[in-house]
């Protein structure tokens, strides 16, 4: 399986960015997608996952502010991440796992917030 993201970059406090995940291979129809983020010296946290069946989960600090969706039939998870704040920087990885198997990861896309 490969995870190739997209969406990331340089925008202002306050600002808009939606990030895209499409996913290629041998994908197994129930799945979870989403993402995690990564700011230097600290570890690698859940943002938001969504479900093959729809079900989302968001991190508290994204919560009302972030929205996870997917299209099954394209493979493809979005975030679309509205009121960023200086401290949403970090680089984002797009996430897929069939459980109970290992997760796969993609190689990560770089946000910036700048205040």
């Known amino acids: 399986v490969q995870l190739q993201a997209s969406g990331g970059g340089l925008v202002q406090s306050g600002g808009t960015l939606r990030l895209s995940c499409a996913a290629s291979?041998?994908?197994?129809?129930?799945?979870?997608m989403g993402w995690f983020r990564q700011a230097p010296g600290n570890r690698r946290d859940m943002v938001a996952l969504?479900?093959?069946?729809?079900?989302?989960n968001y991190a508290d600090s994204v919560n009302g502010r972030f929205t996870i969706s997917r299209d099954n039939a394209k493979n493809t998870v979005y975030l679309q991440m509205n009121s960023l704040k200086p401290e949403d920087t970090a680089v984002y990885y797009c996430y897929l796992r069939s459980s109970p198997l290992s997760p796969f990861w993609g190689r990560g896309t770089q946000v910036t917030v700048s205040s």
């Open positions: 291979g041998k994908i197994f129809s129930r799945n979870d």
């Open positions: 969504v479900s093959s069946n729809g079900n989302t």
